[in-house]
Structure formats: structure tokens, C-alpha cells
């Protein structure tokens, strides 16, 4: 790959990954070992989140088409080395944090998948793109699933940051672009329509009745999460990124 062509994005967008059982097979230790390495670089690099969590399901039995996934986020890799994320100084110190959820984006089990971003002092700090455990009957469904997984991180994190000295005095501000999964959060009276939803996400309404969080809208547009959990146009992707502020290194001065 040192002599392949750079792309701008990780992932086609649009593009669809799925088992693809009759395709011709790949050497799978090679492809498990391509993945580990990415996922390390996931640590630091939050717009590889999503490319290498995906390609990640389908390590039992890759195909050509995973192969071809996976060489295209080296390609994206090879030409985003200048790019990190900054950190301003003396940037805002109240934690916020942005949830969403691709409904049934799996056309293998139809799961949704959940994605999350943490921003303090202006840049990303903690993010996560992982496939929900049960399959949604909604969108809503959905996006409160992922909401509650962004939740219980949340309290994690307000945890350690009150171990460094930053205690967040107000409740931490969760962003999602589903009104309705807003209401469920807020209006007991809608639990009826949501029982058949495992217990343990309802922990999220606890969160927002105590004053720990508070479940707010944000416009699809800025809604920095899309980036964990889908393939995005070059011209989202790029907006979405600097919202991260991932920037060029050399150009931070």
C-alpha cells in the first residue's frame, strides 16, 4: 500500500458491507491483523471510528469486498498523517456530548448502529461507533438506545473528570436529532409505548429526572455523531471532522 492512490474519505459513500457469503475469500489472519492495527489507531484518530468498527464484523469470514474496505481506510489513513486534533487552551470546560443511530443500517440482522462523540475544550475526547445489541422497531427506538449507551459514558466520564479537578457543576448537555426520543426521555407517560424496550435503557430517564444530563435537540446537520455511524458525502464528512476539530498539524500556529 505505500504506493497507493490517497482518498478523502474512508468509507464510499452510501456503500453497503454485508456478509457476501458467495464472494471469493481472503486470507482471514491477514485481514484480522490489518483490523488490529487499525483499531489501536482508533484511540486517537475519531473519523477511522466508524470504517474500521464496520469492517471489524466481518473478520469470521472476509471477502474481497471487506479486503477492499479495509485498503481503502489505509488509503485514507496514507493521506490524513498531518492531521490531529487541538486542543485549545483555556477552552470551555462543561463536557457535551452528541448521540445518533443509523435505523436498521445492518442488512445483514437489520441492528442499528449507535454512535457518540464527547467534546471538552473544543475538541473530541472520547467517541464510540458500535452495533446495537437487540434490533429496533423504530427510529426512535433506536435513537433512545443510543442515547442511554451515551448516557452511562457520560456519568463515566464526569466521574473522571471530577477525579482531575474539572467537576461538572451543571448537567451534562446531550445533543440528538430525534424529538421524539427527547419526549420519552422526559414524559412518563409515553413509557407504555416503549416497554417492550430492555430495562436497562430506561436507566436514561433517571439520569435526566436527577439533573445529571439533559437530553437536547440539535439540527441533523450538526450533529457531529452522523460521523460514527454511517458513510457521509466528502462535503459532510469534511464539516463534520473540523467539527472534531481534527486539523492539519502543521497549520494549528
Known sequence: MNNSNLVKNP??????????????????????????????????????????SLISRFMLCPTEQHWLAAKRLLRYLKGTTGLGIFYQKGGCKQLTAYSDSDF?????????????????????????????????????????????????????????????????????TILCDNSSTIKLSKNPVLHGRSKHIDIRFHFLCDLVKDGVIDLSHCNTQ???ADIMMKPLRLEVFLKLRSLLSVCEVPNIN
Open 104 to 172: 436498521a443500517g445492518d442488512v445483514d440482522d437489520r441492528k442499528s448502529t449507535s454512535g457518540s462523540v464527547f467534546m471538552f475544550s473544543s475538541g473530541a475526547v472520547s467517541w464510540s461507533s458500535k452495533e446495537q445489541p437487540m434490533v429496533s422497531l423504530s427510529t426512535t427506538e433506536a435513537e433512545y438506545i443510543a442515547a442511554a449507551s451515551c448516557a452511562c459514558q457520560c456519568v463515566w466520564l464526569r466521574r473522571v473528570l471530577e477525579k482531575l479537578g474539572y467537576v461538572q457543576k451543571k448537567c451534562t
Open 11 to 52: 468509507i464510499v459513500p452510501g456503500y453497503k458491507l454485508s456478509k457476501d457469503e458467495k464472494g471469493a475469500k481472503v486470507d482471514a489472519s491477514v485481514f484480522k491483523q490489518v483490523v488490529g492495527s487499525l483499531m489501536y489507531l482508533t484511540a486517537t484518530i475519531p473519523d477511522l471510528m466508524y470504517g474500521v
Open 222 to 224: 450538526d450533529q457531529v
